[in-house]
Every structure is written in structure tokens, then in C-alpha cells.
């Protein structure tokens, strides 16, 4: 009996201590693509789909030195069919907005306080 074997190489797609993820198609490609978190390194990793589960290596968009990043979610802030990612940051007491821009990306994250 022949039996045909896959063996995928291991790839990291996030950085340091994933914490929160959300499932969301970010570029309007009609896939599903993941954005997640990283609590320890204090960014947001933003993985496309581009074919049948297949995802890019994903870029990576900081959340500040020393924020401290506790959650992140996606939303329309800005109410123009792009999503948007907010940030909560426990270390330095704020939350970072990160708007979306065209084709999946993002410009440069801006920092409100918290209160």
C-alpha cells in the first residue's frame, strides 16, 4: 500500500503571545482573513486569505512600546466600508485606533486616552 504523505512546514504568523483574534474578510476578497492581537509584543498581526485557507505571512502594526495590549477588535468606525481595528492598551491606559485603508491595509495607528 503506497501512501501519499504532505508535510507542511510550520510558519509563525503572529507575533509574540497571540491574545485576541477576530475572523473578518479585511480586503473584500470574499475570504476570510484573520487579525489577531499580540499581548506580549504589543502589536496587531493581519493575515489575508488568498486561497482556500491559505494565508499570507501577515503584516504586523504596532500598538505602542509598553501598552500593554489587552484586547483588539474590528469595526466600521469611520462608517466607509472599511474595517477598522481599535486596540485596548492596559500599560499605557489607552486605546489605539488603526483605520482601514484600500486593499486590506491600514494607515498609522492613532492613540486616544482612555480616561
Same mark, same amino acid.
Given at each position: 500500500? $503506497? ?9 509563525? !504568523? ?6 485576541? $483574534?477576530? %475572523? =473578518?474578510?479585511?480586503?473584500?476578497? #470574499?475570504?476570510? &482573513? /484573520?487579525? =489577531? ?8 498581526? /493581519?493575515?489575508? *486569505?488568498? #486561497? ?13 512600546? +509598553?501598552?500593554?495590549? *489587552? ?5 466600521? %468606525? ?5 474595517? &477598522?481595528? =481599535? ?5 499605557? #491606559?489607552?486605546?489605539? /485606533?488603526?483605520?482601514?485603508? $484600500?486593499?486590506?491595509?491600514? !494607515?498609522?495607528? /492613532?492613540?486616544?486616552?482612555? +480616561?
Amino acid at each position: 500500500m $503506497v501512501m501519499d504523505l504532505l508535510l507542511i512546514k510550520k510558519k509563525d !504568523l503572529t507575533s509574540s503571545c497571540p491574545g485576541s $483574534v477576530a %475572523i =473578518v474578510d479585511v480586503n473584500n476578497g #470574499n475570504r476570510l &482573513d /484573520i487579525i =489577531v492581537g499580540n499581548r506580549e509584543s504589543n502589536d496587531i498581526s /493581519i493575515m489575508l *486569505q488568498y #486561497n482556500r485557507g491559505f494565508l499570507t505571512n501577515g503584516m504586523t502594526y504596532a500598538s505602542g512600546g +509598553g501598552s500593554d495590549l *489587552q484586547y483588539a477588535v474590528v469595526g466600521d %468606525i469611520k462608517d466607509d466600508c472599511r474595517l &477598522d481595528i =481599535v486596540a485596548a492598551n492596559y500599560g499605557t #491606559n489607552d486605546v489605539g /485606533i488603526i483605520f482601514g485603508h $484600500v486593499g486590506g491595509t491600514f !494607515l498609522s495607528q /492613532i492613540i486616544q486616552g482612555a +480616561g
